[in-house]
């Protein structure tokens, strides 16, 4: 095919000014290049070879919803105000403060437990899900059982916390956290007399986990919870001292970043809801910032948003905003390697 005929293709050509839902991808002589394509793209090339070029320019164009992985930084400090010039709502989490003076504006948090709702059909799943994204198995580890064993203790307190009504104001990650550090200091026996001197003395957080149980079994809707909330405490404090010393010691390495200010800064409540990726018509943007140096203690906390993202996107029935062909999902997720 003659490089005339290829400019002239419309299919492939790109307009800034009007992108639809293209992805541009580079040039032809003086002519851009884009591509109208809902699967997967991937950019390999070398070091300074232009990699953070191609994402910059889509983001300065790009007229849909946006979710970027940023290490850096500098995707949010070069595009952010760009975005909101488009009309939309801009969100950086930036646990570490590495984003430029101007972004501060911009700065704010999610917390995942909102998405725990006492009436919803799907709260044991949800509780499951965050349980599932902040233990992170070892592909090497030669027993599962403490990770198991952990996930199972972690998602029984997540359960508690987002449903007994002392807890109303903190439903968060730092709450949960706090519990599960404190999980052997001593309380009063809960439930009836006779229960509880066969059961001894137990910890403060194990009656908690009681009481709130009997209170949802009282209610033929809430039961379901209450048998999962029962039995994960169960499973963990009538466990061997040696054994719980070893699930907790788990449970300690899977939550300790939950301890560090930059990540209880943007785990504490939600600026935002993930919904509004693919409800608001003008779009979203979000930056997740984090400098390279601190990926692995990032991994949980970006593990976590990333699952809740793709699941909002599954449950959100409403149309996808987007700038001309209304069947095709918006959502662009950047992530820079």
Known sequence: MEFKTILSNTDIAYDPKNPGT?????????HLIGIDDNRHLMTVAGSRAGKSVGLISNLMFYRGSVLVTDPKGELANLTAATREKLGQKIYVLDPFKKGEAALAKYQASYNPMDILDLESESILEDAAQIAEALVVSSPDQKDPH????????????????????????????????????SALVPGEPAGDERTSKKRGAKSELYELMLRSAQELDADEGTAPIAHALRAAALDFFEKGESEIAGVLSTVNRHTKFLDYPAFRRVLQDSSFDLGELKRDPAGVSIYLCFPATRAELSKRWMRLFVNQLLDAMEREKAKPPCWRRPETEPVLQVVPK
Do not use: C, P
């Not at 293209?22 to 003086?30: E, P, S, Y």
């Not at 198991?148 to 307190?157: K, L, P």
């Not at 916390?161 to 109303?168: N, P, Q, S």
């Open 22 to 30: 293209k992805v541009l991808i580079g040039r032809l002589g003086d």
């Open 146 to 181: 403490w990770d198991e064993s952990a996930r199972n203790f972690i998602e029984g307190v997540i359960l508690y916390v987002a449903t007994a009504d002392k807890h109303g104001h903190e439903r968060n990650l730092i709450t949960v956290r706090r519990l599960l550090a």
